[in-house]
């Protein structure tokens, strides 16, 4: 079993600028791919952006393309989300999730076994 504990949410200006902060421990975190996904207020959890297990690959959702970068760093068991040129529209509290091991890239919930606590972030316009 996998544990996530995300950090670095809080209040941001739009415009502005936050890098969140995914911390895995219980499952060797290189086997595994990660996602980022986020529920807005009265709306269901959406896919924001995912990486492969060695980083090479990534995806996001339309929303967020250009302005959010996935990366990770597996000597740290870590995996971020910065977000440059944030909106009001990006508020709502962000989880990380992690496929199952050895799994590929994920956009949807159900492919995900492990997910964290959430971080919320919002931006005041």
């Known amino acids: 079993q996998v544990q996530l504990v995300e950090s670095g949410g809080g209040l941001v200006q739009a415009g502005g600028s936050l890098r969140l902060s995914c911390a895995a421990s219980g499952r060797t975190f290189s086997l595994s791919s990660m996602g980022w996904f986020r529920r807005a207020p009265g709306k269901e959890r959406n896919f924001v952006a995912t990486i492969s297990r060695s980083g090479d690959n990534t995806y996001y959702a339309d929303s967020v393309k250009g302005r959010f970068t996935i990366s990770r760093d597996n000597a740290k068991n870590t995996v971020y989300l910065q977000m440059n040129s944030l909106k009001p529209e990006d508020t709502a509290v962000y989880y990380c999730?992690?496929?199952?091991?050895?799994?590929?890239?994920?956009?949807?919930?159900?492919?995900?076994?492990?997910w964290g606590q959430g971080t919320q972030v919002t931006v005041s316009s």
């Open positions: 999730a992690a496929r199952p091991v050895l799994m590929p890239l994920g956009t949807e919930t159900r492919q995900y076994d492990a």
